[in-house]
């Protein structure tokens, strides 16, 4: 089908519904017939590209995938430079076009193009003309986001309280001990009116419980101990230098701007920028289990929907799985399970399928598998696991994936009534937006052009547990000092010494030095012989 077949009005690439008129005149080879008929939904369905038979690609046999099934998940893998992005891309553009919002991870930064219009080339025109579409240039409603605002984009953030001790403890990689007295700090903050916006925050609150001034407040619940507390202020400090200070605190960013369509109505696409911290895999897997698990919590059940509310897209997922703790393998995975009851989507793509955890895996219904290369024998041995994968086909599935072409692939996806379609060896569309980076400046205008770009630009430090513990323990220090002075009992020789003499040897400081080295007992001796936070 070509899009000049489309119902006016209809999205360009979306099937509006039935099957793909298939010329009369036409004569497909019996198993390329077969093959289509596995792929004629009545249903809204995405154009992929056309079956490839033989060496020949036949546009009457569209291969396609129902608007429905996005939500069942997927996987788009193969080598470097087989099409995995240009695939990423085409799939993102329908279904922005069909009305449904859109997230892209782009680790390499070669993503940002879909917000502008692609270039007319003979390429373009002769891949279009094999796979019977007809191309126009077109760029789709973006917006750009970046972690914490580590690299070019609207920071996103968010605060230790909506992370909760549970999830934080599994980023921490926590033991079932610490994560209960994770739990007993979170409680004693809340309880006290004492926020937990950013990491100082939940530093300054663990030094105080096992400081000498904080221990008798947990001591009706068992207290905290200054072994399981030095973990944690331990396990936080790493944590910091993956990046995560920039990534915790305010304005946390709300996840129902990941919902938003366009003016015309098109679905926005939320492109996270992340070559800036690709060495930062735990900020990135941080970020993707706190949205997750905010995008579950927050919407309704739905079941089984015409078209998904949002579909995920990360790129490079090997960077998310690859030395990912246990605790982080059973959130991905129970989160993925469960969130297409939301109507949420996710598609992960990697190199080779072994990427993906076996549990992750077994949920990604669609499949689009790029070449694979063969050339050791851990490659040959991955390439036969990837055959096992697909359901049984005409096709040398050995042979075939290590023939393919750039922009072609093997594909199976999930009927209308949820079960495999036919495999099916596709040259794939082309993208309708620029398969390319937008230039830097580009980017840049995008970004602050934004309506989101006030919102959230500005990082915000409001008053919350780390200055209402420094002013605390300030006026502690302020108290003892003047208690001293004016105590006409205190020994002679102690006249002769200064002032911070005087305060360096009270109980009080020496109680404050030994609260684990925390950001509070920096901040108040900087306070105290006056220098500067820098």
Known sequence: MTDSDETPGASPGVTPGGAPPVASSVSLPPPVAEIATGYAFTGPAMELGAVLW???????????IPLAMLNRHGLVAGATGTGKTKTLQLIAEQLSANGVPVFLADVKGDVSGIAAPGQDNPKVRERAGQVGQTWEAAGFPCEFYALGGIGAGIPLRATVTSFGPVLLSKVLQLNQTQEQSLG??????????????DLKDLKAVTGFLVSDVGKPELKGIGGLSSVTAGVILRSITAFEQQGASEFFGEPEFDVSELLRLGPDGRGLVSVLELPAVQDKPQLFSTFLMWLLAEL??????VGDVDRPKLVFFFDEAHLLFSGASKAFLESITQTVRLIRSKGVGVFFVTQTPKDVPADVLAQLGNRVQHALRAFTPDDAKALK?????????????????????????VITVLSETGAPTPVAVTRLRAPRSLMGPVPAEDLDRLVKSSLLYGRYAEAVDRESAFEKLSAGEKEREAAAVESALESPSA?????????????????????????????????????????RRR
Do not use: W
């Open 54 to 64: 033989e060496g020949q690609c036949h546009a009457a046999a569209p291969v396609r």
């Open 491 to 531: 020994p002679k020789e102690r006249g002769d010494k200064s002032l911070a003499e005087q305060v360096v040897g009270s109980g009080i400081f020496r109680s404050l030095a030994r609260s684990v080295g925390t950001q509070l007992g920096r901040e108040i001796s900087r306070s105290l012989f006056g220098t």
């Open 385 to 409: 696991a990837t055959v096992r994968t697909f359901p049984k086909s005409p096709y040398d599935l050995e042979e075939t994936l290590t023939g393919l072409g750039t922009g072609e692939a």
């Open 184 to 197: 007993l700090i979170f409680h004693y903050a809340d309880s006290k009116g004492l926020e937990l916006y």
């Open 296 to 301: 579950f919590n927050g919407l309704p059940e």
